[in-house]
């Protein structure tokens, strides 16, 4: 399983060769596991992404037919030390390294994929953000990642970041809720 995480936040468009991090497969945290914070930063925050599972064998897909490549979402943490973020951003080079280590990303319960084109709310603490469907542009993502790379049963792609980012610490249990149902705290420990 490969996880591809783009960077971009809602609205912007998805760019051709994409931008993404791959996420290596230890570094993922089922649903309902708590999340451990590495020992080699003392600050965390955490961004949060709605997260689509890839259900059928895919290389160079076309836009149009992209939606027949995910059969369900759901919201995915991802764990980012705020002193390597910053170092690298005054640096201005690649983040990759943040998704290598191990336990940065934890994957909500897997839910249906909304029929309706109506704008999903995302709410985690005091962050409350409505995406529409049109915004998160995941068939243009599958698409875009499908000609580098043949998608496969079970990977995940995260079209977008949302534009918060959340404080977290060891302790913490991290509540989302996303169009009205409440997923399986994260738990931070």
Excluded: Q
């Excluded at 992209?66 to 980012?80: E, G, K, P, Q």
């Excluded at 790379?149 to 249990?173: E, F, Y």
Aim: with cysteine.
């Amino acid at each position: 399983m490969k996880v591809i995480a783009f960077n971009r936040h809602p609205g912007f468009p998805v760019r051709i060769p994409p931008e993404v991090e791959i996420i290596v497969d230890s570094a993922t945290v089922s649903a309902g596991r708590p999340v451990f914070l590495p020992d080699f930063s003392d600050g965390w925050v955490a961004r949060l992404y709605p997260a689509f599972r890839i259900s059928r064998l895919g290389k160079d897909i076309g836009e149009k037919f992209a939606a027949r490549y995910f059969d369900s979402f759901t919201i995915a943490l991802r764990l980012v030390p705020v002193a390597l973020e910053k170092s690298l951003a005054a640096a201005g080079a690649p983040s990759g390294v943040l998704g290598l280590y191990d336990y940065c990303l934890a994957l909500g319960e897997w839910m249906p994929v909304p029929d309706s084109g109506e704008a999903l709310r995302v709410e985690c603490g005091g962050l409350s953000v409505d995406i529409a469907p049109t915004e998160m542009r995941v068939e243009e993502a599958v698409s875009a990642v499908s000609r580098y790379a043949t998608l496969k049963i079970g990977d995940v792609v995260l079209p977008c970041a949302l534009p918060d980012m959340v404080s977290v610490k060891a302790g913490d249990d991290i509540s989302v809720k996303v169009a009205g149902e409440s997923l399986p705290p994260f738990r931070i420990r």
